[in-house]
């Protein structure tokens, strides 16, 4: 899961970052509105974290703009709590909105939701054959006993169950999985692949040559 | 008493008192004349029957070659019989009876007749007509008349110098059925008038109270919270439409005024959720696992630039708001503000480094009369926004010079400058020129400034070459 945070107060920006990516998520930031909206235009999120003030350009015109082209989530983050700024933050195409100050576990869940959500998955658990995936404790069963996986790796898990059927390409994995930072060229997926076979089963991933990796439905 | 308390009510009972005690005044007048008038007509009647009658009892004239006598000095027969015998002169009178060409006046058959009645003082003799209603016409004795009935009957006496006593009378029942008639009418216009009056009354106090009515129901609204409110005002010009007016201005500068407090409060309130929005994220964040000693630093030090952020913020609060309240005491010292700039400069330096901004100070020193610390914090600020604000290798250029009994300084910048549809606005609180916030400013600083130049009995005015260059121009008394 790739999410963007657009914020321009930097020690918010990074203790966001930090604890998205500790929660296993592949994180982008942008610290003005400008590079928010290019980078929201630029690669399909699962989802964007867009604060309202921001220099340049404000939330509510990348939201505007980003809108015209993509449906990816979007929460907003604001510091304003009057029922008309929401109105207009839902209005605008918003999916979700928080007033700041927030508590972390509230923008988890709720990203949690829009991901969910996004992806047409209306409760917390996949269950695909022996393995049972439960997304808001974020930890997967086989054979009703938990298994224990990086957080990376269950990043990959869950976005594989996700798209359940669909073959998922090496550039998705790259674009989803992985932030700006981490090269696409490395063997890195084919590492996280392999240790999910050794935990769940090696059926659990077919390959396919070429394409890329998918959970048969 | 509710009733009493309204204006409108206490306004229409005086004016319907006075009303009725017009209006009876007039009918009484009216009734008082109409009854002169009935009753004048009436005792002119009885005045001219009283002539008749003296006239018929004049001693009679001498009598005639024939000796014959007058008819009426001789007694019918049979009638007072204990009479004595006729005397001459004065001769006594016997016997009365009204001559026959006179007699149409006390016709008995006539719908409202008179009557009459003679009294001889000396023999104590009586002669009335048949009609009298003092005296029974039976016995011819006199009855006593009850009050009531008396009182519809009008008499006037006459004494003659033959010490005979005339009365006439007659009844009044009709002309006092008239006047009952009358003032019925009159009370009955009267009243028709009062109720037309005090309708008229009501609806021109109602009129005229209306605007205070709507007066009072804007100013019930505005105390109930909804400021918006306006009186609407109908007549511009009368006294009320005036009051209103005032009114008006007053609401709509209290609505400002609070709206500006809301605005205050609201942007406060906004400026802090940032900071603490930072240390909840930076503290939930560490906390959920065990970290290294660099990590919860780093953690640490965020937390500390938050609550520095936040300090910075309540101080520029409170310092507003005791210049807000005339609290803020000021120091009268005399130093020198060129010293001082020097040393705001030196101040700023390392910003200025960092930007890539000269600056350049142009003046000798001048003493003026003031509070150094709060002027330092002024030029600090404007310095501040002046590298902010300009464009990387720009120049901040600072003049003092005295111009007519006052200090003059001004700071001007190369950067961007300000649209001029922004520029009354920049000393506004919380205003800044981009919308987002940076950590270093929290567009408070101009605000403050304003305030503490405006203490010193200066000015602070700024002017802009949009694309080109910011200038501010402080000027404060010597």
Partial sequence: MRILIVEDE????ASLARALREEGYAVDTAADGEDGFFKAESYDYDAVVLDVML???????????????????????????QTRDRVKGLDTGADDYLVKPFDLPELFARLRALIRRSADKTTNRIEIGEVLIDTAARHVLLRDKPVELTAREYALVEFLALHRGEVVTRTQFYEHLFDENESSLSNLLDVHVSNVRKKLGAEFITTRRGHGYCIEG | MKIFN????????????IFVIVLAGFGFTAYQLERGRLLGRIDNELHRRVGILANALRPPPPRDLNGNEQPFDRPPPGQFPDDGPPRHPPRPLLVFHLPPEDAHFFDPNEPNSFYYSIQDLHGKRNWHSDNNPNYDPKSLLAISVND???LTYREI?????????????CSIAPELKELRLTALK?????????????????WLVSRAIRPIEDISATAVKISAGDLSQRINIAEAGSELGQLAGVLNSTFARLEAAFAQQQQFTSDAAHELRTPVSVMLTQTQAALTRDRDAASYKQTVEACQRAAQRMRKLIESLLALARFDAGQEVLKRLRFDLRATIGECVELVKPLADEHGVKISVAGGSLEITGDSERLAQVVTNLLTNAIQYNRPEGEVRVKLEPQGGLAVLTVADTGQGIAAEDLPRVFERFYRADESRSSANNGLGLAISKAIVEAHGGTIEVSSAEGAATTFTVRLPV
């Fill in chain 1, 10 to 13: 930097p020690d918010l920006l």
């Fill in chain 1, 55 to 81: 220099p340049k350009l404000d939330g509510w015109e990348i939201l505007r703009r980003v809108r015209k082209a993509k449906r990816t989530p979007v929460l907003m983050l604001t510091a304003r709590d």
């Fill in chain 2, 6 to 17: 309204s204006i409108k009510w206490r306004l229409q009972i005086w004016y319907g008192l």
């Fill in chain 2, 148 to 150: 009531s009935l008396r």
């Fill in chain 2, 157 to 169: 006496e006459n004494l003659l110098p033959s010490d005979k006593e005339i009365s006439v009378g």
């Fill in chain 2, 186 to 202: 009159l009370a009955g216009f009267g009243g028709i008038v009062l109720i037309f009056g005090l309708a008229g009354g009501w």
